[in-house]
């Protein structure tokens, strides 16, 4: 499997966004909470323990949860930050 370059800043920008270190999973859940309303899109508290290495993965995170962290941090989309991270 390739590795992601922007998936690392991706992470850091939605633990910013979300005012949390998501140290313990009940900042996950209120991550799932914040993120929720602000996007209109649900991301499950467990894929954000596997997007933060907090629970082992099988596959790498898929498009939509991507393309839903990078809108939650302002973004179109997760192209469009990984374009912007790239400039």
Do not use: W
């Not at 949390?20 to 991301?43: C, G, K």
């Not at 954000?48 to 099988?58: I, Q």
């Amino acid at each position: 499997m390739v590795p992601d370059p922007c998936l690392e800043s991706l992470k850091v920008l939605v633990l910013v966004h979300g005012n949390t270190l998501l140290t313990t999973p009940d900042e996950a859940s209120q991550l799932a909470l914040l993120i929720d309303r602000r996007t209109q899109h649900l991301v499950a508290e467990i894929t954000l323990l596997r997007f933060f290495g907090f629970v082992s993965a099988k596959f790498p995170p898929s498009s939509y949860t991507k393309d839903v962290l990078a809108q939650f941090c302002g973004y179109r989309d997760y192209v469009m930050f990984c374009e912007e991270q790239t400039a």
